[in-house]
């Protein structure tokens, strides 16, 4: 569904963003926590519905057909209102992740409307019992599962980024090294950048081994149980996460909510060109690697993160159907992971 960021931007694309309130066409959050129209779609005045409500509308008239009639000014309220709740119908009880639905106004021309789906949440998931490792969780928080089960639910957590903006060990590791060892991926390319170029004490040096070798046990792949072997409740929970991820890869255009094409979203909010291009999320423990995360967003802190989770341009009501039946799938991605982050592993069978 994407690929790394740094691959991104090496090939091009920004797929970031500021944070909101930036200038740009877009509309009005029309499904998230509060509903603002556009100073161009004026909701005192009976002006022309724009293009956006007219295919929304279109959908809410198929969907819920009524003989009411409406003047220009209640027929906003109207569709925004029914569009709205359909969307927090699906998207309003998770609670894993912060997201809202924006209308794109597009340039009324060859760029149709869009709905773009952005994530709020910044910084680490909360990944429940899968991080519990230290001694002092056996009395504060519960025991601690065995290694085996925490690798092979902390493996199956990264299928979220099939729908949420999100960065593993890996992409950390990419980001890290072009801030510490100008592009250089092993030992020995590392330690000649930061020798030789930046005058290091060649005694003194962090290495990308040495970050490697702080990663906990359960963030190590090889760590994990087979699915066979683990116990039937942690091998259906996993399994309903992975089934959920298929089902959204699956999906094909026009209508995938979660769609990200880095070029489309510049096309829509220009002002994402200088914000970082690392994801607002991520699966990396803080309190492991706080000090690499704080460095590697500092530009996100300062600019906005990529926080876009989908868009998909708007050009007919049967679009928007399909748009909710992703919509909905992804949900369901959603919710599965935040089952298997809050299942009781201390009433888990072996």
Known sequence: MRTSPA???????NPSRRQPGCSSRRLG???????????????GFDAPLSHHHKIIGRWVA???????????????????????????????????ADLRVFVLAGDGAGQPPALAIICD?????????????????????????????????????????????????????EELSGYYWDGETDDEGARHALVTFHGQDPDDLTLPSHIEARRPDYMLPENADPLKK????????????????????????????????GYEILGYMPEYEDAATLP????VPFDVYAQELDEIAQHGMEYG??????????????????????????????????????????????
Not at 7 to 13: E, L, S
Not at 153 to 171: I, K
Not at 280 to 283: E, Q, R, V
């Open 29 to 43: 959050d029309l499904a998230g926590r509060a509903v603002a129209l556009s100073p161009a779609v004026p909701a």
């Open 62 to 96: 198929q969907q819920a057909p009524t003989d009411q009639l409406f003047g220009l000014s209640e027929a906003r309220r109207f569709i925004e209102q029914r569009f709205r709740q359909a969307v927090l119908d699906i998207i309003g009880v998770n609670t894993l």
């Open 7 to 13: 691959r991104q931007k090496a090939a091009g694309t």
């Open 280 to 283: 607002a999320l991520t699966l």
């Open 121 to 173: 949440s910044v910084g680490q998931i909360d990944m429940g019992w899968i991080e519990l490792t230290n001694v002092l969780a056996n009395t504060l928080k519960g025991s601690v599962a065995p290694v085996g089960w925490r690798a092979a639910a902390y493996g199956a957590l990264h299928d979220l980024a099939a729908v949420l903006p999100l960065f593993g060990f890996h992409e950390m590791m």
């Open 305 to 350: 993160f990529h926080n876009v989770a989908g868009i998909c341009q708007l050009t007919d009501a049967a679009t928007l159907d399909q748009w909710f039946a992703s919509l909905r799938l992804g949900a369901e991605l959603i919710a599965a992971a935040q089952e298997l982050i809050d299942l009781d592993v201390s009433k888990v069978r072996p």
């Open 230 to 261: 683990l116990p039937p409740a942690l091998r259906s929970a996993i399994k309903r996460v992975t089934a959920a991820a298929d089902a959204v890869r699956a999906v094909k255009e026009p209508g995938n909510a979660w769609r990200f094409d």
